[in-house]
Protein backbone atom coordinates (compact mmCIF):
# COMPACT_ATOMS: atom_id res chain seq x y z
CA UNK A 1 0.00 0.00 0.00
CA UNK A 2 1.35 3.16 -0.87
CA UNK A 3 2.00 5.36 2.61
CA UNK A 4 3.02 8.92 1.77
CA UNK A 5 3.51 9.48 5.47
CA UNK A 6 6.37 6.73 5.89
CA UNK A 7 7.84 7.36 2.30
CA UNK A 8 7.45 10.99 2.15
CA UNK A 9 10.57 11.55 -0.22
CA UNK A 10 11.97 8.95 -3.12
CA UNK A 11 14.60 8.36 -1.05
CA UNK A 12 12.71 6.74 1.55
CA UNK A 13 11.32 4.07 -0.81
CA UNK A 14 14.29 1.34 -0.91
CA UNK A 15 15.37 2.22 2.49
CA UNK A 16 12.19 1.55 4.27
CA UNK A 17 11.34 -1.71 1.80
CA UNK A 18 14.87 -2.73 2.34
CA UNK A 19 13.64 -3.05 6.14
CA UNK A 20 10.48 -4.73 5.71
CA UNK A 21 10.93 -6.87 2.77
CA UNK A 22 14.52 -7.21 2.40
CA UNK A 23 15.02 -11.00 0.85
CA UNK A 24 12.05 -9.73 -1.95
CA UNK A 25 12.29 -9.31 -5.33
CA UNK A 26 12.69 -5.30 -6.51
CA UNK A 27 13.80 -5.62 -9.68
CA UNK A 28 13.96 -8.20 -12.86
CA UNK A 29 15.46 -7.37 -15.98
CA UNK A 30 16.91 -10.13 -18.26
CA UNK A 31 17.40 -13.06 -15.83
CA UNK A 32 18.65 -10.49 -13.04
CA UNK A 33 16.63 -9.90 -10.29
CA UNK A 34 17.79 -7.51 -7.47
CA UNK A 35 16.22 -7.47 -4.19
CA UNK A 36 15.05 -4.66 -2.05
CA UNK A 37 18.31 -4.78 0.25
CA UNK A 38 20.17 -5.20 -2.69
CA UNK A 39 18.16 -2.30 -4.11
CA UNK A 40 18.88 -0.13 -0.96
CA UNK A 41 22.80 -0.73 -0.84
CA UNK A 42 23.21 -0.42 -4.68
CA UNK A 43 21.32 3.42 -4.24
CA UNK A 44 23.50 4.06 -1.62
CA UNK A 45 26.38 3.75 -3.52
CA UNK A 46 24.95 5.35 -6.58
CA UNK A 47 24.58 8.62 -4.05
CA UNK A 48 28.41 8.12 -2.09
CA UNK A 49 29.48 7.62 -5.85
CA UNK A 50 28.17 11.23 -7.24
CA UNK A 51 28.92 12.94 -3.78
CA UNK A 52 32.38 11.49 -4.70
CA UNK A 53 32.18 13.16 -7.83
CA UNK A 54 32.00 16.21 -6.62
CA UNK A 55 27.81 16.23 -7.61
CA UNK A 56 26.13 19.02 -4.92
CA UNK A 57 21.97 19.35 -4.22
CA UNK A 58 20.49 20.54 -7.20
CA UNK A 59 22.75 19.29 -9.77
CA UNK A 60 21.66 17.41 -12.56
CA UNK A 61 23.22 13.50 -13.24
CA UNK A 62 21.80 11.91 -16.85
CA UNK A 63 20.98 8.88 -17.85
CA UNK A 64 21.25 8.34 -21.83
CA UNK A 65 20.64 3.90 -22.71
CA UNK A 66 17.53 2.19 -23.14
CA UNK A 67 15.26 0.74 -19.97
CA UNK A 68 18.12 -1.18 -18.06
CA UNK A 69 17.75 -2.50 -14.36
CA UNK A 70 20.22 -0.08 -13.23
CA UNK A 71 18.04 2.94 -13.50
CA UNK A 72 16.05 2.83 -10.63
CA UNK A 73 19.41 2.54 -8.40
CA UNK A 74 20.72 5.45 -10.00
CA UNK A 75 17.03 7.78 -9.71
CA UNK A 76 17.04 6.37 -5.97
CA UNK A 77 21.07 7.45 -5.72
CA UNK A 78 20.32 10.74 -7.08
CA UNK A 79 17.54 11.22 -5.15
CA UNK A 80 19.80 10.61 -2.05
CA UNK A 81 22.32 12.59 -2.99
CA UNK A 82 20.01 15.27 -3.56
CA UNK A 83 21.22 15.66 -7.19
CA UNK A 84 17.99 14.96 -9.92
CA UNK A 85 18.14 12.25 -12.31
CA UNK A 86 17.87 13.72 -15.88
CA UNK A 87 16.67 11.06 -18.55
CA UNK A 88 17.94 11.62 -22.33
CA UNK A 89 15.46 10.33 -25.35
CA UNK A 90 17.63 7.76 -26.82
CA UNK A 91 15.71 8.10 -29.86
CA UNK A 92 17.10 11.50 -30.64
CA UNK A 93 19.92 12.77 -32.90
CA UNK A 94 23.11 13.54 -31.20
CA UNK A 95 22.75 17.32 -31.63
CA UNK A 96 19.62 17.17 -29.59
CA UNK A 97 21.67 14.69 -27.01
CA UNK A 98 24.05 17.30 -26.73
CA UNK A 99 21.52 20.25 -26.16
CA UNK A 100 19.86 18.22 -23.33
CA UNK A 101 23.06 17.87 -21.71
CA UNK A 102 24.33 21.17 -22.13
CA UNK A 103 20.85 22.75 -21.14
CA UNK A 104 20.33 20.88 -17.85
CA UNK A 105 24.61 20.98 -16.75
CA UNK A 106 24.53 17.81 -15.62
CA UNK A 107 27.62 16.70 -13.84
CA UNK A 108 27.80 13.39 -14.39
CA UNK A 109 26.52 10.79 -17.81
CA UNK A 110 25.49 7.16 -16.97
CA UNK A 111 25.27 5.58 -20.80
CA UNK A 112 25.30 2.22 -22.47
CA UNK A 113 27.13 1.32 -25.24
CA UNK A 114 25.01 1.62 -27.84
CA UNK A 115 25.43 5.68 -27.17
CA UNK A 116 29.28 5.36 -26.67
CA UNK A 117 30.19 6.55 -29.90
CA UNK A 118 27.12 9.56 -29.32
CA UNK A 119 28.67 10.52 -26.09
CA UNK A 120 32.39 10.65 -27.65
CA UNK A 121 31.05 13.14 -29.87
CA UNK A 122 28.67 15.38 -27.65
CA UNK A 123 30.53 15.64 -24.30
CA UNK A 124 33.65 18.16 -25.62
CA UNK A 125 30.92 20.26 -25.99
CA UNK A 126 29.29 19.83 -22.62
CA UNK A 127 31.65 21.76 -20.13
CA UNK A 128 29.58 21.15 -17.20
CA UNK A 129 29.81 17.39 -17.71
CA UNK A 130 32.56 15.86 -15.50
CA UNK A 131 32.09 12.23 -15.28
CA UNK A 132 31.28 9.79 -17.69
CA UNK A 133 30.39 6.15 -16.14
CA UNK A 134 29.98 3.73 -19.03
CA UNK A 135 27.43 1.56 -17.62
CA UNK A 136 28.15 -1.75 -19.97
CA UNK A 137 32.53 -1.50 -19.05
CA UNK A 138 34.46 -1.72 -21.82
CA UNK A 139 35.16 1.80 -22.80
CA UNK A 140 39.17 3.03 -22.72
CA UNK A 141 38.44 6.62 -20.47
CA UNK A 142 35.66 5.92 -18.84
CA UNK A 143 35.13 3.66 -15.87
CA UNK A 144 32.36 0.74 -15.85
CA UNK A 145 29.86 0.95 -13.83
CA UNK A 146 30.69 -2.39 -12.09
CA UNK A 147 33.91 -0.94 -10.63
CA UNK A 148 32.81 2.41 -9.80
CA UNK A 149 29.80 0.84 -7.85
CA UNK A 150 32.27 -1.68 -6.29
CA UNK A 151 34.57 1.31 -5.29
CA UNK A 152 31.51 2.88 -3.32
CA UNK A 153 30.07 2.38 0.23
CA UNK A 154 26.64 1.02 0.58
CA UNK A 155 26.22 3.06 3.45
CA UNK A 156 23.54 5.54 3.77
CA UNK A 157 24.71 9.05 2.62
CA UNK A 158 22.61 10.81 5.63
CA UNK A 159 21.80 13.63 3.97
CA UNK A 160 18.33 15.35 4.56
CA UNK A 161 16.08 15.61 1.83
CA UNK A 162 13.93 18.04 1.02
CA UNK A 163 10.52 18.56 0.12
CA UNK A 164 11.14 20.94 -2.64
CA UNK A 165 14.11 18.50 -4.41
CA UNK A 166 13.78 17.98 -7.89
CA UNK A 167 14.15 14.45 -8.23
CA UNK A 168 13.48 13.88 -11.90
CA UNK A 169 13.49 16.22 -14.93
CA UNK A 170 12.34 15.01 -18.11
CA UNK A 171 12.26 16.97 -21.34
CA UNK A 172 9.48 18.06 -23.52
CA UNK A 173 9.82 19.39 -26.23
CA UNK A 174 8.52 23.12 -26.86
CA UNK A 175 6.31 25.02 -30.06
CA UNK A 176 10.17 26.62 -30.96
CA UNK A 177 11.77 23.30 -31.43
CA UNK A 178 13.69 23.75 -28.55
CA UNK A 179 13.14 21.01 -25.84
CA UNK A 180 12.08 22.83 -21.61
CA UNK A 181 13.39 20.34 -18.76
CA UNK A 182 10.66 19.53 -16.45
CA UNK A 183 11.16 19.68 -13.08
CA UNK A 184 9.87 17.20 -10.68
CA UNK A 185 9.67 17.50 -7.11
CA UNK A 186 9.70 15.00 -3.96
CA UNK A 187 6.48 16.89 -3.01
CA UNK A 188 5.20 16.22 -6.34
CA UNK A 189 5.78 12.92 -5.90
CA UNK A 190 4.08 12.57 -2.71
CA UNK A 191 0.81 13.91 -4.59
CA UNK A 192 1.02 11.15 -6.84
CA UNK A 193 1.39 8.20 -3.63
CA UNK A 194 -1.93 10.38 -2.49
CA UNK A 195 -3.91 10.07 -5.67
CA UNK A 196 -3.05 6.62 -6.75
CA UNK A 197 -3.73 5.11 -3.89
CA UNK A 198 -7.33 5.88 -3.91
CA UNK A 199 -7.25 4.17 -7.16
CA UNK A 200 -7.28 0.78 -8.67
CA UNK A 201 -5.06 1.29 -11.64
CA UNK A 202 -2.44 1.89 -8.97
CA UNK A 203 -3.14 -0.09 -5.99
CA UNK A 204 -0.18 -2.94 -6.51
CA UNK A 205 0.26 -6.13 -3.29
CA UNK A 206 3.22 -6.51 -1.93
CA UNK A 207 4.78 -9.71 -4.16
CA UNK A 208 2.90 -8.50 -7.27
CA UNK A 209 4.89 -8.45 -10.84
CA UNK A 210 4.48 -4.79 -12.47
CA UNK A 211 5.83 -4.94 -16.15
CA UNK A 212 7.78 -1.68 -17.59
CA UNK A 213 7.77 -1.62 -21.21
CA UNK A 214 7.85 2.09 -21.08
CA UNK A 215 10.85 3.94 -22.06
CA UNK A 216 12.68 5.42 -18.90
CA UNK A 217 12.80 8.72 -20.25
CA UNK A 218 8.94 9.44 -20.28
CA UNK A 219 7.06 9.83 -17.07
CA UNK A 220 5.23 6.77 -17.26
CA UNK A 221 8.28 4.75 -17.56
CA UNK A 222 9.34 6.24 -14.62
CA UNK A 223 6.28 5.84 -12.39
CA UNK A 224 5.99 2.50 -12.73
CA UNK A 225 8.66 1.11 -11.24
CA UNK A 226 9.10 4.15 -8.30
CA UNK A 227 4.48 3.15 -7.73
CA UNK A 228 5.88 -0.50 -7.78
CA UNK A 229 8.57 -0.07 -5.23
CA UNK A 230 6.63 2.08 -3.01
CA UNK A 231 4.03 -0.63 -2.50
CA UNK A 232 6.85 -3.47 -2.48
CA UNK A 233 5.86 -5.19 -5.89
CA UNK A 234 8.72 -6.34 -8.66
CA UNK A 235 9.33 -4.29 -11.44
CA UNK A 236 9.63 -6.19 -14.07
CA UNK A 237 11.90 -4.09 -17.10
CA UNK A 238 11.86 -4.37 -20.83
CA UNK A 239 14.76 -3.18 -22.60
CA UNK A 240 12.59 -2.02 -25.62
CA UNK A 241 9.05 -3.46 -27.13
CA UNK A 242 9.49 -6.62 -28.45
CA UNK A 243 5.47 -7.87 -28.75
CA UNK A 244 6.92 -11.42 -28.29
CA UNK A 245 8.78 -10.91 -25.21
CA UNK A 246 5.61 -9.29 -23.77
CA UNK A 247 3.52 -12.31 -23.71
CA UNK A 248 6.11 -14.56 -23.14
CA UNK A 249 6.97 -12.62 -19.56
CA UNK A 250 2.92 -12.14 -18.78
CA UNK A 251 3.08 -15.64 -18.89
CA UNK A 252 6.48 -16.45 -17.01
CA UNK A 253 6.40 -14.08 -14.37
CA UNK A 254 2.83 -14.08 -13.78
CA UNK A 255 2.67 -10.55 -14.58
CA UNK A 256 -0.39 -8.54 -12.44
CA UNK A 257 -0.21 -4.70 -13.60
CA UNK A 258 0.82 -3.25 -16.92
CA UNK A 259 1.63 0.12 -18.77
CA UNK A 260 0.83 -0.29 -22.40
CA UNK A 261 0.08 2.40 -24.86
CA UNK A 262 -2.10 1.91 -28.19
CA UNK A 263 0.33 0.99 -30.52
CA UNK A 264 1.61 -1.95 -28.20
CA UNK A 265 -2.20 -3.60 -27.53
CA UNK A 266 -2.51 -2.94 -31.37
CA UNK A 267 0.61 -5.11 -31.66
CA UNK A 268 0.03 -7.83 -28.93
CA UNK A 269 -3.49 -7.95 -30.36
CA UNK A 270 -2.31 -9.34 -34.18
CA UNK A 271 0.54 -11.64 -32.59
CA UNK A 272 -0.26 -15.48 -34.24
CA UNK A 273 -1.46 -17.37 -31.31
CA UNK A 274 -2.36 -14.27 -29.38
CA UNK A 275 -5.70 -15.57 -28.11
CA UNK A 276 -4.24 -18.82 -26.86
CA UNK A 277 -2.19 -17.35 -24.41
CA UNK A 278 -2.70 -17.21 -20.39
CA UNK A 279 -3.55 -13.99 -19.30
CA UNK A 280 -4.93 -14.95 -16.18
CA UNK A 281 -2.51 -13.37 -13.55
CA UNK A 282 -3.36 -9.69 -15.20
CA UNK A 283 -5.23 -7.90 -13.07
CA UNK A 284 -5.01 -4.10 -14.25
CA UNK A 285 -3.88 -2.64 -17.48
CA UNK A 286 -3.58 1.12 -17.74
CA UNK A 287 -3.18 3.09 -21.21
CA UNK A 288 -2.77 6.31 -22.90
CA UNK A 289 -0.54 8.51 -24.42
CA UNK A 290 -2.29 8.27 -28.19
CA UNK A 291 -5.78 7.93 -29.10
CA UNK A 292 -7.19 4.10 -29.25
CA UNK A 293 -9.74 3.04 -31.55
CA UNK A 294 -13.31 1.37 -29.93
CA UNK A 295 -12.97 -1.68 -31.55
CA UNK A 296 -9.48 -1.77 -30.45
CA UNK A 297 -10.19 -1.47 -27.02
CA UNK A 298 -13.25 -3.86 -26.59
CA UNK A 299 -11.33 -6.54 -27.96
CA UNK A 300 -8.42 -5.94 -25.83
CA UNK A 301 -10.70 -5.67 -22.41
CA UNK A 302 -12.29 -9.55 -24.12
CA UNK A 303 -8.31 -10.71 -24.92
CA UNK A 304 -6.45 -9.79 -22.03
CA UNK A 305 -9.34 -10.13 -18.62
CA UNK A 306 -7.84 -7.21 -16.77
CA UNK A 307 -9.34 -4.14 -15.43
CA UNK A 308 -8.80 -1.68 -17.92
CA UNK A 309 -8.02 2.15 -16.80
CA UNK A 310 -7.02 5.32 -19.30
CA UNK A 311 -5.04 7.48 -18.17
CA UNK A 312 -4.68 11.13 -19.35
CA UNK A 313 -1.78 13.36 -18.32
CA UNK A 314 0.87 15.20 -19.13
CA UNK A 315 5.08 15.61 -18.03
CA UNK A 316 4.14 18.58 -16.35
CA UNK A 317 1.49 16.49 -13.99
CA UNK A 318 3.53 13.53 -13.44
CA UNK A 319 1.15 11.80 -16.20
CA UNK A 320 -1.73 12.68 -13.79
CA UNK A 321 -5.03 14.41 -15.03
CA UNK A 322 -8.05 12.46 -15.52
CA UNK A 323 -8.59 8.65 -15.56
CA UNK A 324 -11.31 6.47 -17.25
CA UNK A 325 -11.90 3.76 -14.77
CA UNK A 326 -12.37 0.26 -15.04
CA UNK A 327 -16.34 0.22 -15.21
CA UNK A 328 -16.37 3.14 -18.22
CA UNK A 329 -15.06 0.85 -20.32
CA UNK A 330 -18.55 -1.11 -20.21
CA UNK A 331 -19.52 -0.04 -23.93
CA UNK A 332 -23.19 0.96 -22.37
CA UNK A 333 -21.35 3.75 -20.52
CA UNK A 334 -20.89 5.69 -24.01
CA UNK A 335 -17.54 6.85 -22.20
CA UNK A 336 -15.38 4.96 -24.71
CA UNK A 337 -13.94 8.23 -26.28
CA UNK A 338 -13.72 10.03 -22.81
CA UNK A 339 -10.48 10.00 -20.91
CA UNK A 340 -12.38 10.00 -17.77
CA UNK A 341 -12.70 12.17 -14.77
CA UNK A 342 -9.88 14.06 -12.90
CA UNK A 343 -8.39 12.82 -9.63
CA UNK A 344 -10.17 13.35 -6.68
CA UNK A 345 -7.91 16.45 -5.28
CA UNK A 346 -7.06 17.86 -8.69
CA UNK A 347 -8.52 20.99 -10.37
CA UNK A 348 -9.37 20.22 -13.90
CA UNK A 349 -11.66 23.06 -16.08
CA UNK A 350 -12.07 23.88 -19.75
CA UNK A 351 -11.66 27.22 -19.91
CA UNK A 352 -11.58 30.26 -22.70
CA UNK A 353 -8.72 32.31 -24.07
CA UNK A 354 -9.18 34.71 -21.04
CA UNK A 355 -9.31 31.52 -18.53
CA UNK A 356 -12.53 31.97 -18.00
CA UNK A 357 -14.60 28.64 -17.30
CA UNK A 358 -16.46 27.42 -20.40
CA UNK A 359 -20.43 25.77 -20.07
CA UNK A 360 -20.71 22.00 -20.07
CA UNK A 361 -20.53 20.73 -23.55
CA UNK A 362 -18.33 23.59 -24.79
CA UNK A 363 -15.16 23.13 -25.87
CA UNK A 364 -11.96 25.09 -24.62
CA UNK A 365 -8.07 24.59 -23.37
CA UNK A 366 -8.11 21.80 -20.38
CA UNK A 367 -6.10 23.22 -17.14
CA UNK A 368 -5.10 21.19 -14.36
CA UNK A 369 -4.37 22.17 -10.61
CA UNK A 370 -2.95 19.69 -8.26
CA UNK A 371 0.12 19.12 -5.88
CA UNK A 372 1.46 17.21 -8.74
CA UNK A 373 1.67 20.10 -10.87
CA UNK A 374 5.52 20.50 -11.67
CA UNK A 375 7.47 22.99 -9.77
CA UNK A 376 8.17 24.76 -13.58
CA UNK A 377 10.33 24.31 -16.35
CA UNK A 378 14.13 24.66 -15.80
CA UNK A 379 15.88 27.68 -16.42
CA UNK A 380 12.74 29.10 -18.45
CA UNK A 381 11.10 31.71 -16.02
CA UNK A 382 9.26 33.21 -18.70
CA UNK A 383 7.49 29.41 -20.06
CA UNK A 384 6.91 28.82 -16.31
CA UNK A 385 4.99 32.12 -15.43
CA UNK A 386 2.69 31.20 -19.03
CA UNK A 387 2.08 27.45 -18.53
CA UNK A 388 0.98 27.73 -14.50
CA UNK A 389 -0.93 31.50 -15.38
CA UNK A 390 -3.42 31.71 -12.62
CA UNK A 391 -2.54 28.85 -10.42
CA UNK A 392 -3.16 26.12 -12.76
CA UNK A 393 -1.36 24.68 -15.76
CA UNK A 394 -2.23 25.45 -19.43
CA UNK A 395 -1.82 21.71 -21.50
CA UNK A 396 -2.92 23.25 -24.44
CA UNK A 397 -5.08 20.66 -25.60
CA UNK A 398 -8.79 21.31 -26.38
CA UNK A 399 -11.93 19.50 -25.13
CA UNK A 400 -15.09 19.52 -23.00
CA UNK A 401 -16.83 18.34 -20.33
CA UNK A 402 -20.05 16.23 -20.60
CA UNK A 403 -23.28 16.20 -18.35
CA UNK A 404 -21.77 13.29 -16.28
CA UNK A 405 -18.61 14.92 -15.43
CA UNK A 406 -16.17 13.13 -18.43
CA UNK A 407 -13.72 14.67 -20.40
CA UNK A 408 -13.26 14.44 -24.01
CA UNK A 409 -10.51 15.69 -25.62
CA UNK A 410 -11.78 17.31 -29.10
CA UNK A 411 -8.14 18.81 -30.89
CA UNK A 412 -5.03 20.37 -29.99
CA UNK A 413 -4.66 24.10 -29.02
CA UNK A 414 -0.93 23.42 -29.36
CA UNK A 415 0.16 22.08 -32.80
CA UNK A 416 1.77 19.04 -30.95
CA UNK A 417 1.69 15.65 -32.64
CA UNK A 418 1.48 12.40 -30.48
CA UNK A 419 3.41 9.50 -32.46
CA UNK A 420 3.20 6.33 -30.84
CA UNK A 421 3.23 8.26 -27.56
CA UNK A 422 6.45 10.25 -28.30
CA UNK A 423 5.98 14.40 -28.75
CA UNK A 424 6.50 15.75 -32.05
CA UNK A 425 6.67 19.38 -32.33
CA UNK A 426 5.81 20.64 -36.13
CA UNK A 427 7.99 23.87 -35.75
CA UNK A 428 11.26 21.66 -35.09
CA UNK A 429 10.86 19.28 -38.02
CA UNK A 430 10.04 22.03 -40.48
CA UNK A 431 13.32 23.67 -39.72
CA UNK A 432 14.83 20.17 -40.55
CA UNK A 433 13.08 20.35 -43.90
CA UNK A 434 13.44 24.06 -44.58
CA UNK A 435 17.23 23.01 -45.04
CA UNK A 436 16.68 20.72 -47.97
CA UNK A 437 18.02 22.31 -50.59
CA UNK A 438 14.69 21.84 -53.02
CA UNK A 439 12.29 22.91 -50.22
CA UNK A 440 10.95 26.24 -50.64
CA UNK A 441 7.87 26.19 -48.14
CA UNK A 442 6.44 23.74 -45.42
CA UNK A 443 3.90 22.40 -43.24
CA UNK A 444 3.75 19.31 -41.09
CA UNK A 445 0.75 17.95 -39.57
CA UNK A 446 -0.20 15.02 -37.78
CA UNK A 447 -2.58 12.58 -39.46
CA UNK A 448 -4.62 9.53 -38.16
CA UNK A 449 -2.69 6.43 -37.87
CA UNK A 450 -4.56 3.13 -36.60
CA UNK A 451 -0.92 1.88 -35.21
CA UNK A 452 0.86 5.33 -33.85
CA UNK A 453 -2.12 7.08 -32.78
CA UNK A 454 -0.67 10.46 -35.25
CA UNK A 455 1.46 10.21 -37.58
CA UNK A 456 4.32 12.97 -39.27
CA UNK A 457 3.30 13.93 -43.03
CA UNK A 458 4.87 17.27 -44.42
CA UNK A 459 3.31 19.14 -47.03
CA UNK A 460 6.00 20.79 -49.34
CA UNK A 461 6.00 23.01 -51.62
CA UNK A 462 9.34 22.95 -53.83
CA UNK A 463 11.87 25.72 -55.04
CA UNK A 464 11.28 26.23 -58.90
CA UNK A 465 12.90 23.40 -61.02
CA UNK A 466 13.31 21.20 -58.04
CA UNK A 467 11.89 17.53 -58.61
CA UNK A 468 9.76 15.81 -56.47
CA UNK A 469 11.47 13.00 -54.45
CA UNK A 470 9.79 12.01 -51.15
CA UNK A 471 12.18 8.92 -50.05
CA UNK A 472 15.03 11.68 -50.78
CA UNK A 473 13.13 14.45 -48.28
CA UNK A 474 12.69 11.76 -45.50
CA UNK A 475 16.10 10.34 -46.10
CA UNK A 476 17.59 13.70 -45.31
CA UNK A 477 15.40 14.45 -42.33
CA UNK A 478 16.78 11.59 -40.85
CA UNK A 479 19.89 12.74 -40.66
CA UNK A 480 19.07 15.84 -39.07
CA UNK A 481 16.70 14.87 -36.51
CA UNK A 482 15.51 11.84 -34.50
CA UNK A 483 13.65 9.23 -36.94
CA UNK A 484 10.33 9.31 -34.80
CA UNK A 485 10.01 12.68 -35.45
CA UNK A 486 10.70 12.32 -39.59
CA UNK A 487 7.69 12.63 -41.84
CA UNK A 488 5.88 9.22 -42.46
CA UNK A 489 4.65 10.88 -46.12
CA UNK A 490 5.01 13.62 -47.94
CA UNK A 491 2.54 15.56 -50.22
CA UNK A 492 3.80 18.20 -52.79
CA UNK A 493 1.90 21.78 -53.01
CA UNK A 494 1.72 24.50 -55.06
CA UNK A 495 0.89 26.94 -52.00
CA UNK A 496 0.35 26.63 -48.46
CA UNK A 497 -2.47 27.94 -46.88
CA UNK A 498 -2.13 30.81 -44.43
CA UNK A 499 -3.92 33.76 -42.47
CA UNK A 500 -3.27 37.72 -43.40
CA UNK A 501 -0.92 37.62 -40.78
CA UNK A 502 1.33 35.09 -42.37
CA UNK A 503 0.46 32.17 -40.19
CA UNK A 504 0.05 28.69 -41.75
CA UNK A 505 -3.56 27.66 -41.47
CA UNK A 506 -2.78 23.88 -39.88
CA UNK A 507 -6.56 23.72 -39.11
CA UNK A 508 -7.20 23.75 -42.65
CA UNK A 509 -4.22 20.84 -44.09
CA UNK A 510 -5.69 18.68 -41.19
CA UNK A 511 -8.98 18.73 -41.74
CA UNK A 512 -9.10 16.56 -45.01
CA UNK A 513 -7.29 13.90 -43.03
CA UNK A 514 -9.00 14.30 -39.40
CA UNK A 515 -12.94 14.86 -40.55
CA UNK A 516 -14.24 11.68 -40.29
CA UNK A 517 -12.59 10.96 -36.75
CA UNK A 518 -14.66 11.83 -33.62
CA UNK A 519 -11.09 12.29 -31.60
CA UNK A 520 -8.04 14.36 -32.83
CA UNK A 521 -5.90 13.74 -30.65
CA UNK A 522 -4.26 11.59 -27.71
Known amino acids: MLDPVLMPHLADIPRVQSEKLADKPAIWFEEKTTTFAGLEKNANKVANGLLAAGVKPGDRVAYLAKNMGCYYEQLFGCAKSRSTMTGINNRLAPPEMKFILSDSKSKVLFVAKEFYEAAEKIAPECPELKTIIAIDGGHKDWPSYDD ?3 SQSDKAPGLKTEDDDDVIQLYTSGTTGLPKG ?7 YRAVFTEAAKLDWAAYDEGDVVMNAMPLFHVAGCNIGVLASAQGAMTLILREIDPSAILDLVEQHKVNHAFWVPAVILMLSQMPGVDDRDFSSLKTISYGASPIAEDLLKRAVDLFGAKFTQLYGLTETVGL ?7 AHDPSWGKLRSCGVPYPTAIVRVVDPQDNPVPQGEVGEIVIGADFVMKGYWNREEATEEALRGGLFHTGDAG ?3 KDGFLFIHDRIKDMIVSGGENVYPAEVENALFSHPDV ?3 AVIGIPS ?6 VKAIIVLKEGATPDKDAIIAFTKEKIAGYKCPKSVDFVKVLPRNPSGKILRKDLREPYWKDTDRRVG
Do not use: I, Q
Open 148 to 150: WMA
Open 182 to 188: VMLTNAN
Open 321 to 327: GTYLPPE
Open 400 to 402: YFD
Open 440 to 442: ADV
Open 450 to 455: EKWGEA
